[in-house]
């Protein structure tokens, strides 16, 4: 199959159990998810990601597209000024790009990490 779709994301019930997320004294976020495989390019790592109010670190060394369909918080790059993002943005992210999430509503995306 040559395309895939995600039918209505934003109410998709089949997520995955991720664990948690957080920082030392602060209320751990949990997170879930579903990946989807590009046949072919097996190393791009896609899906729908969903995550509980919290705050943690990021450390994602690949780039990073992700589209919110749901939810709001901030993420403050090291060393930059903070983002706000709601539902209907869309963040890039540069390889190595670390920083601090702080998700105020749970937060749903679609994501491709390269």
């Not at 992700?66 to 903070?82: K, L, V």
């Not at 539902?87 to 491709?112: C, H, M, P």
Request: proline letters at 4%; charged letters at 25%; glycine letters at 10%.
């Amino acid at each position: 199959m040559k395309v895939q779709q995600i039918k209505q994301a934003v109410r998709l019930d089949a997520l995955e159990d991720w664990g948690v997320a957080g920082l030392p004294g602060t209320e751990p976020a949990r997170v879930s998810g579903r990946q989807y495989v590009i046949p072919g390019s097996e190393a791009i790592d896609t899906g729908v990601f969903e995550c509980t109010p919290g705050t943690y670190r990021r450390s994602v060394k690949q780039a990073e597209v992700m589209h919110f369909i749901a939810g709001s918080g901030t993420f403050t790059p090291y060393g930059e000024e903070t983002i706000h993002f709601r539902s209907g943005d869309t963040l890039f992210f540069e390889a190595n790009t670390e920083g601090l999430w702080k998700v105020d509503e749970t937060i749903r995306k679609v994501y491709v990490i390269f």
